[in-house]
């Protein structure tokens, strides 16, 4: 069993009662544990602050997990307690009070089942697959894209190369970094099971530059994102050029084009000389009144390259190419989530 509740720390126990030990001696408002069996982790042993005898309906039937509430959750702060005298606990695994709760399909869902939920780690389940999954859940509100109720898909260092838009990570239903991503909206890259589990009718992106993040939401329904962009088509989005400049302070954008949406590419000849501007998640414009060679972007899984061999690694920002906007390239840190 797992308690579907905010974790306060993840540390690495080799077995369930040494996460116990953990609650007493890390955090003095540990009041149970979930421990993740067969896992070699650095992170497999969850504080929690919540009790299942007070919150029964957060216990969720999970084998991955035995779950552990101490006898006395409303202690004092302990003295240190030697690791060779067990504490007294009970197990969700000898002691089973699971109510057979069906897992909900995202974080919103389970905000609007109990409002008082706070930003963390939480358990999902796709309502067609039936595949369980481990989520951060950002349930306050995002400037920019509004209340609260987010499930994180991915995070996207744009100076690091893993979701460039040639990566497989766009395509296929595999994780990059669960247990960064875990950690909430952080600078650790990631992609959760989220990206193709979790049905969504809002998307909110954000991007970091210089310690400024900014968001903006985006109307999209779709039954993951995965299955946006899973087969190369592209697709129209409608946030509006000035929407997407407002999340770098100091982006430029040529005038013209103006093409936004999900899986956009184009691949431009000219003389001896051919540039990309292919990306995931965005917009391209160009200086010319037609879209045949675009040389500025902005948006998420980039790949661009432009005149005399001006090849550029950034993943994620702001660039322009061929001379343009002064060869911008403003490399930002992104973040995608869905309600």
Known sequence: HRLNTTVIKYVHADFGVQCVLLCLNEDKSCRSTNFRKASNSDKNCELLRDVHSEKPDL??????????????????????????????ITSTTQKSSSTNQTLLSSCKELLQRNRSLSNGVYQLQNTDSLEQYQVYCHMTELSGCGQG??????????????????????????????????????????KLASYWNTPFNKMCFGMKVNGAI?????????NSLHSVIEDGIFKKTTVGKEAWKSLIEGSSLQEYCNVEGFNIRGVYTHDMW??????????????????????SCIGFGTSVSGCENDVRSTTCGNMAVCGQLSNKNMAAFGYILVQ
Not at 59 to 85: A, G, I, M
Not at 274 to 295: K, P, T
């Open 59 to 88: 216990l969720l039937e999970d084998v991955q997990f035995d779950h552990y509430q101490l006898l006395d959750p409303n202690r004092k702060p302990p003295e240190p307690v030697s690791t060779s005298t067990p504490p007294q």
């Open 214 to 222: 900014k968001w903006i939401a985006l109307n999209y329904t779709t």
């Open 274 to 295: 051919q540039w990309n501007m292919n990306i995931r998640i965005g917009l391209v414009a160009n200086q010319e009144d037609n879209c045949v060679s675009c040389d």
């Open 149 to 190: 109720g987010w499930t994180l898909l991915m995070k996207v260092d744009g100076n690091k190369n893993e979701f460039s838009y040639s990566s497989p990570y766009w395509t296929n239903k595999e994780t990059y970094a669960v247990e960064d991503g875990l950690e909430g909206l952080n600078e650790k890259q990631t």
